[in-house]
C-alpha cells in the first residue's frame, strides 16, 4: 500500500508545498519563478521559506542573470559580494567548483559582515553527472535541541566571524593556484564582526544560532575553551536530523533563509564541471537576546563594490527597501 504524498498547505490552487525532511526543506511545485510573479505567489513562497527554511523549485530552466535578479528583488533588495567580483558586473556570484572556491564547510552566507545576507538564491547553470549535492541544517531546530544549561550558555556568548580563516585547516591538501587566487580574491579586505552566537530571527522570533566556518573564536574565552565550545554547538548544527540534502538538476533553484540555516557543497563531483548562480538579500543586523546588536570590529566600514550595495553595508539595523 503506498501512501499519498503529504501535501502542506496548498497555498493557491496552482501550486503545492511538499516537505522534504521533517525539519528543514520543502519542494514548491506550480511556480514559474521570475520578476512577473504575482504577489500572491510572492507572499505565499516567502512564507513556506520562513516556515521551511529551504525551498526546491525544479525546471526553473527559462531563467538567466537578468530574471533571477528580477525574481530576486520580489524578496528584498540584492546586495553584491563584499569581496569576490560578481561574474555579471551586477549581483550574480559564480559558484564554480573550477575556481578552488568550493563551499565545503559548513557556514552561513557572508557571516563576517554584521548584515550578512537575509536570503541567498541559487540557480544551477550545469551540474555533474555525480555528486555535487548541497546540504542546509535548520539553526532553529538546532538551538532548541540543545540541553537547557547549553542554551543559557550560548544566549550569553558573542562570537567573532571572519573572512580571513584559517583555510590550510579546513582544506587538508588543497594547495592549487585556483585556490590560492581565490584565497586572495575573498580575503582582499579581512573583516571581523562580533555577532551574538544567539539571535533573534527578525521575522519568525525564533531564536537561531549563528556559527559555521567564518567563527575564528568566542569572546573571552581561551582559544582551545572556544575550539572546544564552538565543536559542541556545531554538532548539534550538524545532526543528520537537522538537516536536509539536495540532489541537483540543471534548472533547480533553492532559496534560504540565510539567517535560520548553515549549508554544506559537498565535493565529491572529482572534475566534472559544476555551475551555479547565487543573489544575495540583504538583511539586517543582527540581534541577541540581551538586545545586543552585532558589531564590525573591522575594516571600519564596508567597502563600496564595483556595482550596487555590498551585503551588509546597511548597518543600520533596518532590512533595506526593496
Ligand atoms: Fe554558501
Redesign the pocket.
Known amino acids: 500500500m503506498t501512501s499519498a504524498p503529504v501535501v502542506e498547505t496548498p497555498e493557491t490552487p496552482t501550486h503545492t508545498v511538499q516537505k522534504v525532511g521533517g525539519r528543514i526543506g520543502a519542494v514548491i511545485a506550480g511556480v514559474r519563478l521570475g520578476g512577473d510573479l504575482d504577489e500572491e505567489t510572492v507572499t505565499a513562497v516567502r512564507a513556506a521559506l520562513l516556515k521551511h527554511k529551504v525551498v526546491f523549485f525544479r525546471d526553473q530552466q527559462h531563467l538567466d542573470g537578468e530574471s533571477h535578479e528580477a525574481f530576486a528583488r520580489l524578496l528584498g533588495t540584492p546586495v553584491a559580494h563584499p569581496t569576490v567580483p560578481s561574474v555579471d558586473g551586477r549581483y550574480a556570484l559564480g559558484?564554480d567548483n573550477d575556481h578552488g572556491g568550493r563551499?565545503n564547510q559548513w557556514?552561513?552566507?557572508v557571516t563576517f559582515v554584521p548584515a550578512y545576507p537575509a536570503f541567498?538564491i541559487l540557480r544551477a547553470e550545469v551540474i555533474p553527472p555525480y555528486g555535487g549535492n548541497t546540504l542546509w541544517s535548520n539553526t532553529a531546530a538546532a538551538y532548541r535541541d540543545l540541553p537547557e544549561p547549553l542554551r543559557i550558555l550560548a544566549d550569553s556568548v558573542r562570537g567573532v566571524h571572519t573572512n580571513d580563516y584559517d583555510y590550510a585547516a579546513t582544506r587538508p591538501g588543497a594547495s592549487s593556484a585556483a585556490l590560492d587566487q581565490h584565497r586572495k580574491v575573498f580575503t582582499a579586505v579581512k573583516f571581523q564582526t562580533e555577532h551574538p552566537v544567539v539571535r533573534v530571527h527578525p521575522e519568525t522570533r525564533e531564536r537561531t544560532l549563528i556559527l559555521g566556518n567564518f567563527l575564528q573564536k568566542l569572546s573571552g574565552f581561551r582559544a582551545a575553551d572556544s575550539r572546544a565550545l564552538i565543536g559542541v554547538l556545531q554538532s548539534h548544527v550538524e545532526r543528520p536530523e537537522n538537516t536536509v540534502r539536495w540532489q541537483w538538476r540543471a534548472g533547480d533553484v533553492a532559496i534560504w533563509d540565510n539567517r535560520a540555516t548553515q549549508?554544506y557543497?559537498v565535493d565529491d563531483s572529482d572534475d566534472h564541471e559544476r555551475t551555479l548562480r547565487?543573489v544575495t538579500i540583504d538583511g539586517d543586523v543582527p540581534v541577541g537576546v540581551d538586545g545586543r546588536r552585532s558589531v564590525l570590529l573591522a575594516p571600519e566600514a564596508v567597502p563600496e563594490p564595483g556595482h550596487g550595495i555590498a551585503s551588509g553595508a546597511s548597518t543600520d539595523g533596518t532590512v533595506a527597501e526593496a
Open positions: 559558484i563551499a557556514h552561513t552566507d541567498s549549508h557543497g547565487r
